[in-house]
Structures are given as C-alpha cells and as structure tokens.
C-alpha cells in the first residue's frame, strides 16, 4: 500500500530581532528561491509572502521529511543564498525558532488569502502581536520573554 497523508502546515519565521530588512524588491527572488527548496524535497507550497521581519509559508510537507529538517533546511540555504546574492543588505540571520501550525485542508483557502494578504494586515500588526495570536489561537502555552 502507498502512504497517503495530507498534512497542511503554517509556518512563520523572522529575521533576527525582527530587524525590518527584506526588502519588498528582493522578496519575489527569496520566495522562488524557497519554492525550489520545497520541490526538491516533494512538498507542496500553496503560499509564501512575508514582510519587512519575517515570512509565512503555507506547504504540504511530504511524509518523509520531518518538519524541523525542513524548517533548517529553508532556514540555512536561504540565509547563503541571501548574503551570496546580496539580496537584503543587513541581513545577519534568521530567527533561532519558527512557529508552525498545522490546519485541515478546509482552511487552506483561508490560509492561503491570510498569507497573500499579509502587507496589508500588517499596516496594524506588527510580527510579535501577530505571532502571539497564533500561538493563542493554536492553543500553544508561550512565555512572552521568548518571542524577542
């Protein structure tokens, strides 16, 4: 028998200290870049876009990848690939964490529109209130000294 699985993820990580460097120019060449990342690894992106501070994904993640290698993976080659091709002078690094939320496949619609969507609801939010809205939604226990 094949493996079947559906299993839709969130996923958000920022720049170290939030530092508001990702140019919206450059961002189109980060998130292809991250596509290409995906692929390989046989998971489906349904969604990328991101801000100043951070980005959101929103992928289907192949049963033989465990989520924490991906989110490395993503971490570490787009970091190379951000200071070879210069793409957002004063990026130093990601963040040392990242969120990730998994959702049924009912809501990927909505996902989908809260990611492409995501300059506009930031012109009233900012990462860290959104990031504790998630975790609040999701159920997560957080201690806020850690989301700086």
Request: proline share 1%; charged share 30%.
């Amino acid at each position: 028998m094949r493996t079947y699985t559906q299993i839709l993820y969130h996923i958000v990580f920022g720049t170290k200290y939030r530092e508001a460097v990702l140019i919206k120019e450059n961002r189109q060449e980060l998130f292809n870049y991250i596509y290409g990342i995906l692929k390989k690894k046989k998971c489906y992106l349904y969604r990328v876009n991101g801000v100043e501070d951070h980005i959101h994904l929103a992928l289907d993640l192949h049963p033989t990848i465990a989520l924490s290698n991906l989110v490395k993976d993503i971490k570490l080659a787009s970091s190379d690939f951000i200071k070879e091709k210069n793409l957002f002078p004063g990026f130093e690094r990601w963040q040392d964490g990242y969120g990730a939320f998994t959702l049924s496949i009912h809501g990927k619609a909505d996902l989908v529109q809260y990611i492409k969507d995501q300059e506009e609801h930031h012109r009233h939010k900012t990462y860290r209130e959104e990031l504790i809205e998630l975790l609040t939604e999701h159920g997560i226990d957080f201690d806020e000294k850690y989301l700086d």
